[in-house]
């Protein structure tokens, strides 16, 4: 998986203050996509051990409440088994912490991904620019839903977070 950039303190995607890995390819090519610089899947850096040595060093302060991936969609086709391994293992490491994801797919369509379970909240669908609303937190526009991951697996119907 190759990737675009790793921002800090991060209070707009997600909750609290979190660190977010912008990742490379996205085929949803929504129009007026704010980052089509991301959708190119051979485009910015390799994320390697180092990348993710940055992202640990960020979850191991207390006050960062997770890591959110975001991009560029990092359920891409071409991302998703190193998306798995990376949120696993993060799960496994910072059980305290919490794990987001922006996609452009419904949820319906990635729901049954092996490693979701290791997922706390999912922004899912493409922007739409004739829904935009800046009032809204976490999503760009009003057709994206904010999904309580763990809590839509177990009683199986989406289950939306509210703030
Ligand atoms: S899913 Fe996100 S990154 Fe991809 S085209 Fe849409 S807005 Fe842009």
């Known amino acids: 998986m190759r990737y675009?950039?790793?921002?800090?303190?991060d209070m707009l995607n997600g909750d609290g203050l979190r660190v977010v890995l912008w990742?490379?390819?996205?085929?949803?090519?929504?129009?007026d996509c704010q980052n089509p610089v991301t959708w190119d899947i051979n485009g910015g850096l390799e994320f390697d051990e180092s990348g993710v040595q940055?992202?640990?060093e960020e979850l191991n302060k207390n006050y960062i409440?997770?890591?959110?991936?975001?991009?560029g969609d990092p359920l891409h086709k071409k991302n998703r088994a190193d998306t798995g391994s990376?949120?696993?293992?993060?799960?496994?490491?910072?059980?305290?912490?919490?794990i987001?994801?922006?996609t452009g797919y419904e949820w319906q369509d990635i729901k049954d991904l092996p490693f979701m379970k290791y997922v706390d909240v999912l922004v899912d669908g493409p922007f739409i620019e004739s829904?935009?609303?800046?009032?809204?937190?976490?999503?760009?526009?009003a057709n994206q839903k904010v999904i309580d991951v763990k809590k839509s697996l177990e009683i199986g119907k989406?289950?939306?977070?509210?703030k």
């Open 131 to 141: 829904q935009k609303d800046n009032r809204i937190p976490w999503r760009g526009s």
């Open 54 to 56: 940055e992202i640990f």
């Open 158 to 162: 989406t289950v939306l977070v509210m």
């Open 65 to 71: 409440s997770g890591v959110t991936l975001s991009g």
């Open 23 to 31: 990742v490379a390819g996205c085929e949803h090519r929504c129009p």
């Open 86 to 98: 990376f949120i696993e293992r993060t799960a496994r490491e910072f059980p305290d912490k919490t």
């Open 4 to 9: 675009h950039n790793i921002t800090k303190d």
């Open 100 to 102: 987001w994801i922006y």
